[in-house]
């Protein structure tokens, strides 16, 4: 018997709103959560499970101020994956802790990594390993300098 397809989470507003006060504040209570969308703890646990258990969460970050690590790199990769296997080179990134994030994108690029390492030596050899990924054809890298 064949697999039955997997369906994809479709959110709602509560859904919606969630997601929207855990991106202000990751680390709030699920009590402080229920009462500010006017909803039970139970609705509010059952829907961040959901959420998670779905793929469409995937988990809680801290958002540190950009000054406090003045000593780390951060860049833009931008990779160009040949024929059909974007796939397989997206699970083979997602194995690189330096890379915080990765995208899909329309135009050019296959895929684009944010990067995040300590030294230049560390970058140097991030980039190096993604370019070693079969199926990366291409890329093209900008550290980023401040943000405004």
Not at 10 to 22: A, E, H, M, P, Y
Not at 70 to 77: F, G, T, Y
Not at 121 to 142: C, K
């Amino acid at each position: 018997m064949g697999q039955q397809a997997e369906t994809k989470y479709v959110f709602d507003n509560l859904d919606r709103t969630l997601i929207g006060l855990l991106r202000s504040d990751g680390r709030a209570p699920v009590s402080k959560l229920a009462d500010i969308m006017g909803v039970s703890r139970a609705t509010v646990q059952t829907r961040l499970d959901r959420l998670l258990a779905s793929g469409a969460l995937l988990g809680f970050t801290a958002r540190v101020r950009e000054d406090y690590a003045v000593n780390q790199i951060r860049a833009i990769m931008m990779i160009e994956v040949s024929g059909r296997n974007t796939t397989q080179v997206i699970n083979k990134l997602r194995g690189l802790p330096e890379l915080t994030a990765l995208h899909t994108t329309s135009g050019k690029w296959d895929l684009i990594a944010e990067v995040l390492v300590e030294s230049l030596s560390e970058f140097d050899s991030v980039l190096r390993e993604v370019r070693l990924v079969d199926g990366v054809l291409n890329s093209e890298t900008n550290i980023l300098l401040t943000s405004i």
